[in-house]
């Protein structure tokens, strides 16, 4: 089973100062509030394409745990490896830029727990067809898909083998998965993930939002000194 959940916003900043707050959405809590989840960000690669001038990134963020609380909770210790307060999760980024056409792509996904939950987001920041002659000015839409699958219940599946149809629904069996099922874990941990999603993309957007706002009023160089002195914090408290 997978569950897949889509959105559209649009950003009232025009396409290259848009494409810039995404890269620099999780430089310093200090800029962005909403990103204090994430503990590191690196970048891999990035170059530009010499036949088509694409910008091509690989990232990767180490982020507080990427599960839902409700998940943990859901799943027995032998599955999460104990308490999700110390879960922490890789998520792996890679996006396009064409900036004389006027769009990227990313995807983002998680590297760790993908036995439990895989979740890959997928967004399309595109500059408006009326637009088109002017990516400068204007709006900035975006779409993003977040897909969800649990393979937990497969494999919960493949371990129950033959058994009766019943006995996976949980009708003969005392044990935590048959109680509640392979499907129904299923079903629960891409449902639960789903519903929080809606929770953080909304945060993902408010912390955007603050960035684009600090971008208009201080300049691409007023933000970047913001990130400065807060990497010079960091190490003065270290």
């Not at 990516?135 to 393979?151: I, K, L, N, Q």
């Not at 929080?196 to 408010?206: A, F, H, P």
């Not at 990497?231 to 003065?236: G, H, K, L, M, N």
Request: hydrophobic share 35%; glycine share 8%; with cysteine.
């Amino acid at each position: 089973m997978v569950l897949t959940h889509t959105t559209n916003h649009t950003y009232t900043h025009p396409f290259p100062t848009v494409t810039l707050a995404y890269f620099l959405r999780y430089c310093s809590p200090h800029l962005n509030p909403f990103a204090k989840h994430v503990l590191s960000t690196d970048t891999i690669s990035s170059h530009i394409d010499p036949d088509t001038g694409r910008l091509h990134t690989t990232r990767i963020h180490l982020k507080k745990s990427r599960l839902p609380p409700a998940v943990f909770k859901l799943l027995p210790v032998s599955i999460t490896g104990g308490n999700e307060a110390n879960k922490a999760s890789y998520i792996l980024e890679t996006s396009v830029v064409d900036m004389r056409e006027g769009w990227m792509s990313t995807e983002s996904r998680n590297l760790n727990f993908v036995g439990v939950l895989s979740v890959i987001e997928k967004q399309v920041y595109t500059v408006p067809k009326q637009q088109e002659t002017q990516p400068t000015a204007g709006t900035t839409d975006v779409e993003t898909t977040v897909v969800f699958r649990s393979r937990l219940g497969d494999k919960i599946r493949g371990r129950l083998g033959a058994a009766p149809a019943q006995q996976e629904d949980g009708a003969n069996s005392g044990g935590f998965f048959a109680r509640l099922g392979a499907r129904g874990i299923q079903r629960s941990i891409e449902s639960l993930a789903s519903s929080k999603t809606v929770d953080q993309l909304g945060k993902s957007r408010e912390g955007m939002g603050i960035i684009l706002e600090r971008l208009r009023q201080s300049g691409v160089m007023g933000v970047l000194e913001v990130v400065r002195r807060a990497r010079e914090r960091s190490v003065e408290n270290a």
